[in-house]
């Protein structure tokens, strides 16, 4: 036909389309975070901020919203408490490493402390003039903290007496983020919005940085990585690793995703024993819905998920076993791996080892005649200890002082007549402000009289004499009245001023002999 006509063109068979396969990623790492099945959670109202776990088990996850810190269960996925004893916008939050405190900042530049369990605030640090966006325990010591805020210092504080111990000067914008050395509790890294990133060490006197790298672009979060000698560090859309040991080296940058990086974390693959010890990844959120696994040690992507919406945060649990993320229209993701018996397989996979079955041991019940003579044939062998539980008796005293009844512990420590244990007595009552009202309430004369024959005996003796010569001063002002009413509380009063007027002219006789012996001694130091 087409040969008859030739205006007309050539007729070809009809072939099917061409359709696009798709490539579905099939690895056993993907399997493994495919795994933590994400469980959207919508009871927040607002962007979170910040999640962070607790480092003991259960390993219960806290997230910051708005004015409130939200403590969920990491086995339910539920809220299990919610601390709202914030006036302004709530941030950073983190878990001492005991699990029984949290500390979080605000934008009212106040960092406060709360116990876990009764959501009682126990501490306010004050010291920041503008927003706090950073507040982090050490990995071990529960004593200290550090904060950064929107006014470019960077605080490390002592929360028992609720003091600054340093002010580090060095950032020159916002700080917002930071992380402790997981080799030292001296050492802690922080980010800023100057694009660098400084590490201190509390140790160094001049209170200036140890090492400072420039990230390029402004620092939204930087974590140590587990060996300590490495961070990493995320501002705009790229993740980046530097040497820490090597003096700040830039190691390899990171540049996946389409917006800026939010947060970034460190989890684990592989099996917890044996010779495939598990492998480090470094999980990242970004602004462009996507989360990211990257192998720092093979320097590639290994895995990547899309969210539909930003998000914000990112923390998975110690034990690898809970992921949480955070979106910015108050959305949590949280997700839980499978059961050990699945995962066991998709591991065993992974680092090309099929899962071992285990027979079936033979549980020993009551109604078996071994179970009542199980052990008793068992020989002790050259490792074991005896562990002695012994029960601790409290004196009279610590029984009183457990009681808070501070005047009746007082007169009981007074009566058994040990100069160690009054002091302690002392100083317990010291520390909790009730010695002066506690002598105050001395009521009859013979309680007095025991105060008062002890400060005779033991108020000149150097070891004790800081805290009884003031004490002596304070009783004699305060209890002045019953003194002159009374002859026996008179001649403790004189007994007193004998040890004092002995105690001089001892202290004189010392001076004089000092004058004469320092020229001799300079003397014979020239020969």
């Given at each position: 036909?087409?040969?008859?006509?030739?205006?007309?063109?050539?007729?070809?068979?009809?072939?099917?389309?061409?359709?696009?396969?798709?490539?579905?990623?099939?690895?056993?790492?993907?399997?493994?975070?495919?795994?933590?099945?994400?469980?959207?959670?919508?009871?927040?109202?607002?962007?979170?901020?910040?999640?962070?776990?607790?480092?003991?088990?259960?390993?219960?996850?806290?997230?910051?919203?708005?004015?409130?810190?939200?403590?969920?269960?990491?086995?339910?996925?539920?809220?299990?408490?919610?601390?709202?004893?914030?006036?302004?916008?709530?941030?950073?939050a983190?878990?001492r490493?005991?699990?029984?405190?949290?500390?979080?900042?605000?934008?009212?530049?106040?960092?406060?402390?709360?116990?876990?369990?009764?959501?009682t605030?126990?501490?306010?640090?004050?010291?920041?003039?503008?927003?706090?966006?950073?507040?982090?325990?050490?990995?071990?010591?529960?004593?200290?903290?550090?904060?950064?805020?929107d006014?470019?210092?960077?605080?490390?504080?002592?929360?028992?007496?609720?003091?600054?111990?340093?002010?580090?000067i060095?950032h020159?914008?916002?700080?917002?983020?930071?992380?402790?050395?997981?080799?030292?509790?001296?050492?802690?890294?922080?980010?800023?919005?100057?694009?660098?990133?400084?590490?201190?060490?509390?140790?160094?006197?001049s209170?200036?940085?140890?090492?400072?790298v420039?990230?390029?672009?402004?620092?939204?979060?930087?974590?140590?990585?587990?060996?300590?000698?490495?961070?990493?560090?995320?501002?705009?859309?790229?993740?980046?690793?530097?040497?820490?040991?090597?003096?700040?080296?830039?190691?390899?940058?990171?540049?996946?995703?389409?917006?800026?990086?939010?947060?970034?974390?460190?989890?684990?693959?592989?099996?917890?024993?044996?010779?495939?010890?598990?492998?480090?990844?470094?999980?990242?959120?970004?602004?462009d819905?996507?989360?990211?696994?990257?192998?720092?040690?093979?320097?590639?992507?290994?895995?990547?998920?899309?969210?539909?919406?930003p998000?914000?945060?990112?923390?998975?649990?110690?034990?690898?076993?809970?992921?949480?993320?955070?979106?910015?229209?108050?959305?949590?993701?949280?997700g839980?791996?499978?059961?050990?018996?699945?995962?066991?397989?998709?591991?065993?996979?992974?680092?090309?080892?099929?899962?071992?079955?285990?027979?079936?041991?033979?549980?020993?019940?009551?109604?078996?005649?071994?179970?009542?003579?199980?052990?008793?044939?068992?020989k002790?062998s050259?490792?074991d200890?005896?562990?002695?539980?012994k029960?601790?008796?409290?004196?009279?005293?610590d029984?009183?002082l457990?009681?808070?009844?501070?005047?009746?512990?007082?007169?009981?420590?007074?009566?058994?007549?040990?100069?160690?244990?009054?002091?302690?007595?002392?100083?317990?009552?010291?520390?909790?402000?009730?010695?002066?009202?506690?002598?105050?309430?001395?009521?009859?004369?013979?309680?007095?009289?025991?105060?008062?024959?002890?400060?005779?005996?033991?108020?000149?003796?150097?070891?004790?004499?800081?805290?009884?010569?003031?004490?002596?001063?304070?009783?004699?002002?305060?209890?002045?009245?019953?003194v002159?009413?009374?002859?026996?509380?008179?001649?403790?009063?004189?007994?007193?001023?004998?040890?004092?007027?002995?105690?001089?002219?001892?202290?004189?006789?010392?001076?004089?002999?000092?004058?004469?012996?320092?020229?001799?001694?300079?003397?014979?130091?020239?020969?």
């Amino acid at each position: 036909m087409a040969e008859n006509h030739p205006g007309i063109g050539k007729i070809f068979s009809v072939k099917p389309k061409l359709k696009p396969i798709s490539k579905k990623s099939t690895t056993p790492e993907s399997k493994y975070w495919k795994s933590f099945k994400p469980q959207p959670i919508q009871t927040l109202i607002s962007s979170i901020t910040s999640l962070c776990f607790s480092p003991t088990s259960p390993h219960d996850f806290a997230a910051t919203h708005s004015a409130t810190v939200t403590i969920f269960s990491s086995q339910s996925l539920e809220p299990k408490s919610t601390i709202s004893a914030f006036s302004d916008t709530a941030t950073s939050a983190s878990f001492r490493s005991d699990g029984r405190l949290i500390a979080a900042g605000s934008h009212s530049g106040i960092v406060q402390v709360f116990d876990v369990k009764t959501r009682t605030s126990l501490r306010h640090l004050r010291g920041h003039s503008r927003p706090v966006h950073l507040v982090r325990y050490p990995r071990i010591d529960k004593l200290h903290l550090f904060s950064g805020g929107d006014d470019a210092v960077v605080k490390f504080w002592d929360v028992a007496s609720e003091t600054q111990i340093l002010g580090l000067i060095g950032h020159k914008d916002y700080v917002r983020c930071g992380d402790s050395s997981p080799s030292s509790d001296d050492m802690f890294a922080t980010g800023s919005y100057d694009h660098t990133i400084r590490l201190w060490d509390v140790r160094v006197s001049s209170g200036s940085s140890v090492m400072e790298v420039n990230h390029g672009k402004p620092v939204e979060d930087v974590i140590f990585l587990p060996s300590g000698g490495l961070i990493a560090t995320a501002g705009g859309n790229s993740v980046k690793i530097w040497d820490v040991i090597g003096g700040g080296k830039l190691l390899y940058s990171m540049e996946s995703h389409n917006k800026t990086v939010a947060s970034i974390c460190v989890g684990k693959i592989g099996k917890q024993t044996g010779e495939e010890a598990q492998q480090d990844r470094i999980l990242s959120v970004s602004l462009d819905g996507y989360m990211k696994v990257f192998d720092y040690s093979k320097l590639k992507i290994t895995h990547s998920m899309r969210f539909p919406s930003p998000l914000l945060s990112i923390g998975i649990s110690p034990d690898c076993s809970t992921r949480v993320i955070g979106t910015s229209n108050g959305i949590i993701y949280a997700g839980k791996r499978k059961t050990n018996q699945n995962l066991g397989s998709e591991i065993g996979n992974f680092v090309g080892l099929e899962p071992i079955k285990e027979a079936p041991k033979r549980v020993l019940r009551p109604s078996y005649f071994r179970y009542f003579h199980r052990g008793q044939n068992e020989k002790p062998s050259d490792g074991d200890f005896l562990i002695m539980r012994k029960k601790v008796k409290l004196a009279e005293h610590d029984k009183l002082l457990k009681k808070f009844n501070h005047k009746e512990a007082l007169v009981s420590a007074l009566k058994r007549k040990n100069p160690e244990n009054i002091m302690a007595v002392m100083e317990e009552l010291v520390a909790r402000k009730k010695l002066l009202r506690s002598v105050s309430n001395l009521e009859t004369d013979e309680e007095l009289g025991l105060l008062l024959g002890f400060l005779q005996r033991y108020s000149t003796m150097p070891r004790y004499a800081g805290l009884l010569m003031k004490l002596a001063k304070k009783v004699v002002e305060m209890r002045a009245e019953d003194v002159v009413t009374s002859d026996v509380l008179k001649g403790h009063i004189r007994n007193i001023q004998r040890s004092v007027e002995e105690e001089i002219r001892i202290q004189q006789s010392l001076q004089e002999i000092q004058g004469i012996i320092s020229p001799l001694l300079k003397i014979a130091g020239r020969r």
